[in-house]
């Protein structure tokens, strides 16, 4: 009743009408008139405002809510009847209304259920509403002061996806929930207003972490047994975090600093430089050819990876040169330059979402030299002299008495010496 009609008592209040004649003759004649003097009531007037505020929430925290105060969205005009209060109160279009986001781990839309002055998502079941399904979030309102908090329980669907979108918004749709003043004026009249609260209420998305770490693994090949590979597993150099979103997958690549860079190593047999390339996800050292990078230069090496495990397989197919030579270093080790090669773990979550990081390989991808062998023969090969012909001397080849394998490195040089036991040692002969 905001515009209540209240009168006074009917005979409380009269009009009389004095008539008076012409030679002071009087009568008069009255009516009540109490209930005819009337008033209407006054009503408070509750009004909306366009506000900024809203909630929003980050799956990356899930334990963290948020809570915002929208007073500002409604003026309130308690009128001539003065001062009353002012409640507030949430509401849904209808109950079990679909919310307009999805729930992550089920793949289910989520709907809205009023329990107790309390907006709460509940995951779908088979495709409908479910009142008893699990809760995702819920929305609440302190009715004295328009302070709304939002609590994010289950991860939510993010459309976009992909590595461009960590921190992607999704909301409500905007009329499925409302919050409502409603003010009473100081004689009870009550009126009410309310804004469309669900394009308001904001859930932040949660992006994958991959994280390095510091691992000894390496991978070697040697020389000398040229047809022997390596593999060692790398997995253990990245810690993968798919957060609220849940576990998706996580995939490896191998990548180069750039096409045709210099790995840092030299080709024995042409003394050329080794350069780098990336074929169908395979890292391949290719000789280069006049000091410059050829990309159709001879395979030296290969590095592989299993994308789903991390396998790390190192193939040598020709020989590389090791500086140091020499007797002191037969198994001498070199690598690539740390940063021309690269490990990368992609993380996909379950919604989409993708995160990465990489390791420098080429530090942990080694050669280890190939030095020639030298076996001895028998040979019954001997230098013999006769005293009777004391001026004629005698030679006798015994290269015979040796084999060499120059190995992988190829074909150097054999050179031939003599020695002595000791400085002076006895020769086990007699002069005459």
């Known amino acids: 009743s905001p515009n209540e009609l209240i009168t006074l008592t009917t005979d409380t209040v009269t009009l009389t009408a004095t008539a008076t004649d012409k030679d002071g003759d009087v009568h008069s004649a009255f009516i009540n008139l109490g209930d005819k003097v009337g008033f209407r009531d006054d009503a408070p007037v509750v009004t909306t405002n366009t506000v900024g505020t809203a909630l929003e929430v980050d799956e990356t925290f899930l334990t963290t809510d948020d ?125 009410s207003g309310f804004i469309n609260l669900g394009d308001k209420v904001g859930f932040r998305d949660d992006a994958p972490v991959v994280t390095t770490n510091t691992v000894s693994t390496a991978l070697e090949v040697d020389e000398t047994v040229l047809t022997t590979d390596d593999s060692e597993n790398f997995a253990s150099a990245f810690s993968v975090n798919y957060g609220a979103d849940g576990a998706g997958s996580t995939a490896y690549s191998l990548g180069v600093k750039a096409t045709g860079v210099d790995s840092g190593v030299v080709d024995t047999a042409t003394g050329q430089r080794v350069y780098l390339y990336l074929e169908g996800g395979i890292v391949v050292g290719r000789v280069g050819v006049g000091g410059s990078a050829s990309s159709t230069g001879l395979k030296a090496f290969e590095i592989r990876v299993d994308s789903a495990t991390a396998e790390v397989g190192l193939d040598q197919i020709r020989s590389l040169v090791h500086p140091t030579g020499g007797t002191a270093s037969p198994n001498e080790l070199i690598t690539l330059t740390t940063d021309t090669v690269t490990l990368t773990a992609t993380a996909t979550d379950k919604d989409g979402d993708v995160n990465s990081a990489f390791i420098n390989l080429g530090d942990k991808v080694g050669f280890r030299d190939d030095a020639p062998v030298v076996t001895t023969n028998t040979v019954i090969t001997a230098l013999e002299v006769d005293e009777t012909f004391l001026t004629t001397d005698d030679s006798e080849n015994f290269a015979s008495a040796f084999s060499v394998n120059y190995g992988a490195d190829g074909a150097g040089s054999t050179a031939y010496s003599l020695g002595v036991k000791a400085t002076g040692v006895d020769s086990g002969v007699v002069d005459t």
């Open 67 to 191: 809570s915002e105060n929208f007073a500002s969205a409604f003026s309130v005009n308690y009128g001539a009847d003065g001062a009353g209060s002012t409640a507030y109160s949430l509401g849904v279009k209808a109950t079990g209304v679909d919310s307009g986001v999805v729930d992550t781990a089920t793949g289910e839309k989520v709907y809205l259920y009023l329990e107790s002055g309390v907006v709460v998502g509940r995951v779908g079941n088979a495709g409908s509403a479910d009142a008893s399904g699990a809760k995702a979030f819920e929305i609440r309102v302190d009715s004295a002061t328009a302070e709304v908090g939002l609590d994010q329980i289950r991860s939510l669907v993010h459309p976009t996806g992909g590595a461009t979108s960590p921190n992607e918004l999704i909301t409500l749709t905007t009329d499925t929930v409302t919050l409502t003043a409603t003010a009473t004026d100081k004689d009870g009249d009550v009126h």
